[in-house]
């Protein structure tokens, strides 16, 4: 897409307004768990302030669908960013109005202000032309740099976009595009998608459009149950759904047209239940019992998925392969989280649980990207347009 980089403004003694990812995890306190995103937005921020820019940062937190809840302040987020920056950072009790506008109108170059969750307002997230005007009145540039949000036709991700003339991607966006471009628009072969998770029917869409464009998809997760049911195989008490099975056999028999391009677990790891972590044993996929689940990919499976890992010159991966919250079932997840980490490949990884994994496996470093975006990062496995990187095109 023809958009632009912060890189190629002049924001000198200019308002430039940033919407940010800053949907941190806080614990009960309200004290941030992972400041994460918050890290990865520093060389934007950064770079705005070093060409003299007059930043204002705006972001939501949580879903507080329309109401001010001070639990989902973003005073927190202005915290901990004045201590990353070593710098004072300003901050707006409000994201729109007289006062906010006379603050922002009062910023010297170099200087920060953080605005108060912007889905404190009901008009956000149904995109209201009224409501986009009053942002618009904050920018004289606008920088969107939440590829996180970059699914959402929203007021601060795209309605603003199209009242303000200066608009473009920030460092983290570009990055993001880069990465997931080199990864599916012309990548280097052979292509390797790892899909897993819990449902078919959420990544339905991503299956059908990487089977089309990969050279191999391997299943896990508990997903991977309703495409062995659609095999024929008796899976006990394990999660299938059953209303997309028929779903299942369809892209088996596509699949089939390409040899070898479609491959689903060999064997697993089945207790009664998530919760009977001591009663665990390893099966192949055709001979669960009938008061078991299959939980997590075996071993073979593991090894099997490995070594088509190792033959990969690219790889995606988006969704664990069982129940890795709990310790008995995590192994498989684990492992593929350090084959992935292994491969010479370039490796893009996405999704809050995918993430998680390759951080509690260790090997976090040694994934080529990984992507800040969850929904963003499916729809563009999807094959759609991202309605917050078109409001960018010039």
Wanted: aromatic share 6%; glycine share 8%; net charge neutral.
């Amino acid at each position: 897409m023809a958009v632009r980089c912060i890189t190629d403004f002049d924001m000198y003694d200019k308002r430039v307004f940033c919407r940010f990812d800053f949907n941190v995890p806080l614990d009960e306190t309200g004290a941030i768990r992972d400041d994460t995103r918050i890290v990865r937005a520093l060389r934007t921020i950064k770079f705005a302030v070093n060409k003299g820019a007059k930043l204002i940062l705006c972001s939501h937190l949580g879903r507080p669908k329309g109401e001010v809840k001070p639990e989902l302040s973003l005073k927190p987020v202005a915290t901990r960013l004045s201590e990353l920056l070593n710098q004072d950072i300003k901050f707006a009790d409000d994201c729109v109005g007289p006062v906010v506008l006379s603050m922002v109108n009062s910023l010297k170059r170099g200087e920060i202000i953080l605005l108060e969750n912007v889905r404190f307002h009901s008009e956000e997230t149904k995109n209201d032309p009224e409501f986009s005007a009053k942002l618009a009145q904050l920018a004289d540039v606008y920088i969107n740099d939440a590829f996180g949000t970059a699914h959402r036709a929203h007021c601060s991700t795209v309605g603003i976009a199209k009242l303000v003339k200066l608009k473009g991607v920030g460092l983290l966006m570009k990055e993001e595009l880069e990465n997931l471009e080199k990864a599916f628009s012309n990548p280097k072969r052979p292509v390797i998608g790892i899909i897993g998770g819990a449902k078919v029917s959420d990544k339905i869409n991503i299956l059908k459009s990487i089977l089309a464009r990969m050279d191999m998809v391997l299943i896990g997760g508990g997903m991977a149950n309703t495409f062995l049911k659609a095999q024929g195989m008796e899976l006990g008490n394990s999660m299938i759904e059953s209303d997309m099975v028929s779903t299942a056999q369809q892209i088996i028999q596509t699949a089939a047209t390409r040899e070898g391009s479609l491959c689903l677990p060999r064997d697993v790891v089945v207790a009664p239940d998530p919760n009977r972590g001591s009663d665990t044993r390893i099966t192949s996929v055709d001979k669960i019992g009938s008061q078991e689940m299959a939980l997590d990919i075996g071993p073979i499976t593991v090894s099997e998925f490995s070594d088509h890992i190792q033959k990969a010159a690219t790889i995606v991966w988006n969704g664990p392969m069982g129940v890795f919250e709990k310790d008995a079932f995590k192994k498989g997840t684990m492992e593929i989280a350090k084959a992935v980490a292994a491969s010479d490949g370039f490796s893009v990884v996405g999704g809050g649980d995918s993430v998680r994994a390759v951080v509690q496996a260790g090997v976090s470093k040694k994934i080529s990207y990984i992507s800040t975006g969850g929904g963003a990062f499916m729809e563009f496995l999807e094959g759609k347009v991202l309605p917050g990187v078109a409001a960018l095109e010039m």
